[in-house]
């Protein structure tokens, strides 16, 4: 479902600064070559994202859910001097595509890229996180939030996307829709934990930002 207009969001991506070639041939292949690409971020999304970035400066960034790494670019370019991003996926077949970019987009001493199940993976990492961005399976995002927000410094903040879920979180939900269920019951979490302030976010598909107090 697109929730803006088509002709307003055409606006507001003419108005927001191009993709550089790097991320324009990211995004082209990934569409000629990979599946599912409708699960890359894109421009507008992505700039968003940058933009955090660069308002946060973050040293440690923890993404879960690399994709062929349009978003992992956009939220490095904000990265303090010297930080790292760390990115997950479980899809191992995607490694050699995203590493290319992250290579061409003059990140790949900045990007750490990890290889396996997020819910394995994130407890091995001894870091404490600025900036969390959860973007993967949606079955695990209670227990991705759960998981991270201790690892996630005072003032830090955790972004979840797809919270919308094209819309299918307004509707009653079907009895095996296990993701739509798991979104709703993120997005009452975050809202009544006194540990986080929060928005949600109608960009794209929905951003729910969580601050940690
Ligand atoms: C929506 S895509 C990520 C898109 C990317 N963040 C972007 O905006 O360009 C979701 C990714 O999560 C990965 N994924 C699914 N289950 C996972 C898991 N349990 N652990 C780590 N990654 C997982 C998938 O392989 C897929 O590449």
């Known amino acids: 479902m697109d929730f803006i207009p088509k002709d307003i969001n055409s606006y507001c991506e003419k108005y927001t600064q191009r993709e550089d070639e790097v991320l324009y041939q ?12 409708r699960m890359l971020s894109g421009h507008l999304q992505g700039q968003i994202l940058t933009f955090f970035s660069k308002m946060i400066q973050p040293k440690h960034i923890l993404e879960i859910g690399t994709y062929t790494g349009y978003s992992a670019i956009c939220l490095a370019r904000g990265l303090k001097k010297g930080g790292k991003l760390h990115t997950i996926d479980v899809n191992e077949e995607l490694e050699d595509f995203s590493n290319s970019y992250f290579e061409k987009a003059g990140l790949k001493n900045d990007i750490v890229m990890h290889i396996g199940k ?35 410094k005072k003032g830090g903040f955790i972004i979840s ?53």
Do not use: C
């Not at 990211?26 to 690409?37: G, M, Q, V």
């Not at 009895?175 to 809202?191: F, P, R």
């Not at 006194?194 to 951003?207: F, Q, Y």
């Open 26 to 37: 990211l995004h082209r292949e990934t569409y000629l070559k990979i599946l599912r690409p």
């Open 118 to 152: 997020a819910i394995d993976v994130v407890p091995k990492l001894d870091v404490e996180w600025d900036l969390v961005f959860i973007d993967a399976d949606k079955e695990n995002y209670i227990n991705y939030y759960n998981m991270v927000l201790p690892l996630v």
């Open 161 to 213: 996307d797809n919270v919308l879920w094209s819309g299918k979180v307004t509707q009653p939900i079907d009895a095996g829709d296990k993701e739509t269920k798991i979104l709703v019951e993120l997005a009452e979490l975050i809202n009544s934990d006194s540990r986080v302030e929060n928005v949600l976010m109608p960009i794209r598909d929905g951003l729910l930002v969580a601050r940690k107090k």
